[in-house]
Nanobody
Framework: QLQLVESGGGLVQPGGSLTLSCAFPGGTLDLYAVGWFRQAPGKEREGVSCILSSGGSTDIADSVKGRFTISRDHAKNTVDLQMNSLKPEDTGVYYC??????????????????????WGKGTLVTVSS
């Protein structure tokens, strides 16, 4: 069973920045589309961003557009999520997941409509003063 590993979460003040990384120990992330998802307490999991295996095309949710950026680091075999201008509503557990393709629209993604094949266990991001 393929297992992704997220890192980089933590506590940050509103307006601050964090960079999350998604790694695939023993595997090659370049072969897969990789997405970032998040789940706030008491809410459904939602899509944040996705990048194709080629790295040439990305999708970003409207709620984080202009603040979050997804990218691949081929040397480190990771997919990173740079998060700037963080808001309290960005608080939640952030998951990365891999599949052969990205959802048609990351903003309208649901787990039932567009399941991802491989998931990590998540990393907690808390935005609070």
């Amino acid at each position: 069973q393929l297992q992704l590993v997220e890192s980089g979460g933590g506590l940050v003040q509103p307006g601050g920045s964090l960079t999350l990384s998604c790694a695939f120990p023993g595997g090659t992330l370049d072969l897969y589309a990789v997405g970032w998802f998040r789940q706030a307490p008491g809410k459904e999991r939602e899509g944040v961003s996705c990048i194709l295996s080629s790295g040439g095309s990305t999708d970003i949710a409207d709620s984080v557009k202009g603040r979050f950026t997804i990218s691949r680091d081929h040397a480190k075999n990771t997919v990173d999520l740079q998060m700037n201008s963080l808001k309290p509503e960005d608080t939640g557990v952030y998951y990365c997941a891999a599949a052969w393709g990205c959802p048609l629209s990351i903003s309208s993604w649901t787990q039932s409509s567009s399941p991802m094949d491989y998931w990590g266990k998540g990393t907690l991001v808390t935005v609070s003063s």
